[in-house]
């Protein structure tokens, strides 16, 4: 089982839609849980960080956090074509000998006019 | 803020040369230091992890006498590739965390191609 699990798509949502983003984690040490957005031939580019249960909103992005669940999602409202890209989930144990996060493969995310 | 570069951007050598490749924290101190490699169409792979003033501690399978890394101040850390083989074409990326902060940003990469 990987540590970060995402399901590698493509996730295709019309333009204005919500599209939703999931990732399951197995180390219930993980605390921090961030996501990266990814497009083709760049680098990831944070989006948002989240820390405790619940929901975290960004603009037009909401992370949500279950940690009971061992659940980290992404929202997306209002789709647009430029957010069309790889969308990288990650985790991080807080611990000061676990200093890499762990990422999933990522989900593509495919929005059309 | 939390502005990474990377230097050069796309690099193009011959077989059995060394390329240097440079990571800075432009707007604060990175007191951790990573670097990943990416081939085309996959994930990210952790290469190693560097501390400011510690040696680096590599990842499985990534031959340190290789990937040379220096991160000789709180905001360079240096990739150096030697002896480079065509296998060792890839995009590789940098990516910086200040002290007492969670969040990791990454520089733009460095697409190497040995010839």
């Known amino acids: 089982q990987k540590e970060v699990e995402q399901n590698s798509g493509p996730l295709s949502v019309p333009e204005g839609a919500i599209a939703s983003l999931n990732c399951t984690y197995s180390?219930?040490?993980?605390?921090?849980f961030f996501w990266y957005r990814q497009y083709s031939g760049k680098s990831p580019e944070l989006i948002m960080s989240?820390?405790?249960?619940g929901d975290k909103e960004d603009g037009r992005f909401t992370a949500q956090l279950n940690k009971a669940s061992q659940y980290v999602s992404l929202l997306i409202r209002d789709s647009q074509p430029s957010d069309s890209a790889t969308y990288l989930c990650?985790?991080?144990?807080?611990?000061?000998?676990?200093?890499?996060?762990?990422f999933g493969t990522g989900t593509r995310l495919l929005v059309s006019p | 803020g939390a502005v990474v570069s990377q230097h050069p951007s796309r690099v193009i050598c011959k077989s059995g040369t060394s390329v240097k490749i440079e990571c800075r924290s432009l707007?604060?101190?990175?007191?951790?230091m990573f670097w990943y490699r990416q081939f085309p169409k996959q994930s990210l792979m952790l290469m190693a992890t560097?501390?400011?003033?510690?040696?680096?501690?590599?990842e499985q399978g990534v031959e340190k006498d290789k990937f040379l890394i220096n991160h000789a101040s709180l905001t360079l850390s240096t990739l150096t590739v030697t002896s480079a083989h065509p296998e060792d074409s890839s995009f590789y990326i940098c990516?910086?965390?200040?002290?007492?902060?969670?969040?990791?940003?990454f520089g733009p990469g460095t697409r190497l191609t040995v010839t």
């Open positions: 990516s910086a965390r200040a002290l007492g902060r969670d969040e990791q940003y």
């Open positions: 707007d604060f101190q990175a007191t951790t």
């Open positions: 990650a985790s991080r144990r807080v611990n000061t000998g676990f200093q890499k996060l762990v």
């Open positions: 560097s501390n400011e003033g510690s040696k680096a501690t590599y």
């Open positions: 180390d219930r040490g993980s605390q921090s």
């Open positions: 989240i820390y405790s249960n």
